[in-house]
Structure formats: C-alpha cells, structure tokens
T-cell receptor, first 113, second 114 residues
Framework: NAGVTQTPKFQVLKTGQSMTLQCAQD?????MYWYRQDPGMGLRLIYY???????DKGEVPNGYNVSRLNKREFSLRLESAAPSQTSVYFC????????????FGEGSRLTVL | AQTVTQSQPEMSVQEAETVTLSCTYD???????LFWYKQPPSRQMILVIR??????QNATENRFSVNFQKAAKSFSLKISDSQLGDAAMYFC???????????FGDGTTLTVKP
C-alpha cells in the first residue's frame, strides 16, 4: 500500500521556470492538500481540495495553481518560479476534509536559483 | 484566523524520563481536531496522537498522552519513558472539522540524551 506518493522528490529550477509537482493517493480519500514547509517553520497550507472537482485557497496561495485531476491525483503548479518558493512541499490526504488524520507524502524539496 | 503557538523551540530530555511539549491555539470554532505530528530527520510526517475537540477524555497512545484543556485552548503532549527514537521535531496542528482549514505550529525540536 503506497499511501501518498509525490514526484519529484527533488527539483532545482531557475527563476522564471515552471514546473508541476504531482501527488497521488491510493486510499480512496476525498480530500487532498498541498503544504509548504520553510526552514524552522511548520507547514503552511497552499491549496486544498475538499472533494473531486473542488479546490480552495489556503494560507499562502500566491504563485501557485492546482488541479484535482481525479479522486486520486492533485497537482501543484508553479507557473514562474521565484527564489521565495524554495521550500519543501508536502501533499496530504484525508477521508473527509477536516475529519481525522492527515496522511502525508514524503515531501518534495524544491530549490529555485 | 486560527493560530497555533508552540512556545518551546527546543526541548531536551534524558532517556527514560518524561517530557511535556506545550501547544496553545486560538479559535472561535467549537468543532475541530487537534494533532501532534512527529517529523524525524527523514522529513516524513508521522501522526503521534489526535484529539477530537468534542471529547473531554484525553487521548493516549502507549507512551504518548495529551492534556487537552478546551476552555484554556491548550493541548500539551507528554512523552513518558523517552527513547532515543523519540528525537525529532514535533508539530502541533489544528484542523477545522468538515473544512480544509488547518494550522500548524512552528514546531519543537526534541533531543533525547542517552
């Protein structure tokens, strides 16, 4: 049982480049989330999807877009990367939004030069 | 907006002893969940314990227990019989029930001394 899978695990970008972080879960969860974790800080919510077909902004959505492709997959796109987006990104899922435990992926370390 | 405060950036404990990590939060909601997550150097987020706000009984999971004081908006984590493997960053988190809103504290780094 893979749980929550994120790709890529590591990525280096130049300022202005674009990229997409992929996330997939195999637990039949309804809700999925994208967080970022900066050094010495907790996780901050970028976007979430309470259910298939819906997405909502979190605490720090600027510079990002998301797509809930289907129930399993939730992608995060950086259209024009900036050094301030250097961070570790986590995808998470749960059965129903705000109910129960969040299951996390292993994280993706993104560096923007 | 909800806030979660972990006032102890670093804590240390001797192996086999007990340590308590503090967490306070601020919310006007009544229905929510609280969690403690552990993040070892591997970066993986691991659930330690969770507490539903409507339950008055404090949650326990083996050596881990919480002191949940809803009126005071306090949610501390007690680790008994500390082990070397407990060394990690610990995050307190608040999640609003049936909504996507979640807030994490900035974490407490726990060191376990042999």
């Amino acid at each position: 049982n893979a749980g929550v899978t994120q790709t890529p695990k590591f990525q280096v970008l130049k300022t202005g480049q674009s990229m997409t972080l992929q996330c997939a879960q195999d637990m039949n969860h309804n809700s999925m989330y994208w967080y970022r974790q900066d050094p010495g800080m907790g996780l901050r919510l970028i976007y979430y999807s309470a259910s298939e077909g819906t997405t909502d902004k979190g605490e720090v959505p600027n510079g990002y877009n998301v797509s809930r492709l289907n129930k399993r997959e939730f992608s995060l796109r950086l259209e024009s990367a900036a050094p301030s987006q250097t961070s570790v990104y986590f995808c998470a899922s749960t059965w129903t939004s705000g109910v129960g435990e969040l299951f996390f992926g292993e994280g993706s370390r993104l560096t923007v030069l | 907006a909800q806030t979660v405060t972990q006032s102890q950036p670093e804590m240390s404990v001797q192996e086999a002893e007990t340590v308590t990590l503090s967490c306070t939060y601020d919310t006007s909601e009544s229905d929510y969940y609280l969690f403690w997550y552990k993040q070892p150097p591997s970066r993986q987020m691991i659930l330690v314990i969770r507490q539903e706000a409507y339950k008055q009984q404090n949650a326990t999971e083996n050596r881990f227990s919480v002191n949940f004081q809803k009126a005071a908006k306090s949610f501390s984590l007690k680790i008994s019989d500390s082990q070397l493997g407990d060394a990690a960053m610990y995050f307190c988190a608040y999640i609003l029930t049936n909504a996507g809103k979640s807030t994490f504290g900035d974490g407490t780094t726990l060191t376990v001394k042999p």
